[in-house]
């Protein structure tokens, strides 16, 4: 398979936290991208971070890549109990047909 | 959510029957995915359709298939539904490919399918 693996698997902090977590990969990638999935919904696209590029800003989100090490990882800061959800990662990899590979996903609970 | 719909949103099926779910976009985007969606194997998947007529295989396309007659449609057939297809499926869309861009896709709200 050629999923990537995102960890932790499940992650539970309190308001006010910052929540990371991290996606590793397989192949060589065009970019990466992450996407929220709340409970019963669809994935929401958040953030895309190309290839040649190493740190991106989104509002309260981070994302980092390092191709090098074929991973990347997504900073929540100062968590919302309305983040909480699921989080996967997904790559448009180099060589392949128009289509993305996702991750198992981790999933946030966010306290008050 | 917008733009897409899945019909029906909930069935209840029995093994070996043939089962269709169908996936509505208003957004003319050339792309459409297949996905299902299990507990430790994240999203896989299924079929794609990079056009009217044209589509190709995922990592899990054993036992479905598809069919795009019109830019708004694509439909995903279970010919003979078994235990295993029990899950969620997803319908997704996007505007760009491989050498257009950045290949975005925005989901429709899913398919939970239970086949007995």
């Known amino acids: 398979s050629q999923q990537g693996e995102e960890d932790p698997q499940a992650l539970s902090i309190q308001e006010g936290e910052n929540a990371t977590m991290n996606c590793s990969y397989k192949t060589s990638i065009n970019n990466l991208q992450w996407y929220r999935q709340n409970s019963g919904r669809g994935l929401v696209h958040l953030i895309l971070i190309r290839s040649n590029e190493r740190e991106k800003h989104s509002g309260r989100l981070r994302v980092t890549l390092d191709t090098s090490k074929k991973s990347s990882s997504l900073l929540i800061t100062a968590s919302r109990a309305a983040d909480t959800a699921s989080y996967f990662c997904?790559?448009?990899?180099?060589?392949?047909?128009?289509?993305?590979?996702f991750g198992t996903g981790t999933r946030l609970q966010v306290t008050l | 959510d917008a733009g897409i719909t899945q019909s029906p949103r909930h069935k209840v099926t029995e093994t070996g029957t043939p089962v269709t779910l169908r996936c509505h976009q208003t957004e003319n985007h050339r792309y459409m995915y297949w996905y299902r969606q299990d507990p430790g194997h994240g999203l896989r998947l299924i079929h794609y359709?990079?056009?009217?007529?044209?589509?190709d295989k995922g990592e899990v396309s054993d036992g479905y298939s598809v069919s795009r007659s019109k830019t708004e449609d694509f439909l995903l057939t279970l010919e003979s539904a078994t235990s295993s297809q029990t899950s969620v499926y997803f319908c997704a869309i996007s505007e760009k490919g491989k050498g257009q861009g950045e290949n975005i896709q925005y989901f429709g709200a899913g398919t939970r399918l239970s086949v007995l």
């Open positions: 359709s990079y056009g009217v007529k044209d589509t």
């Open positions: 997904a790559t448009d990899n180099t060589g392949t047909a128009s289509k993305l590979t």
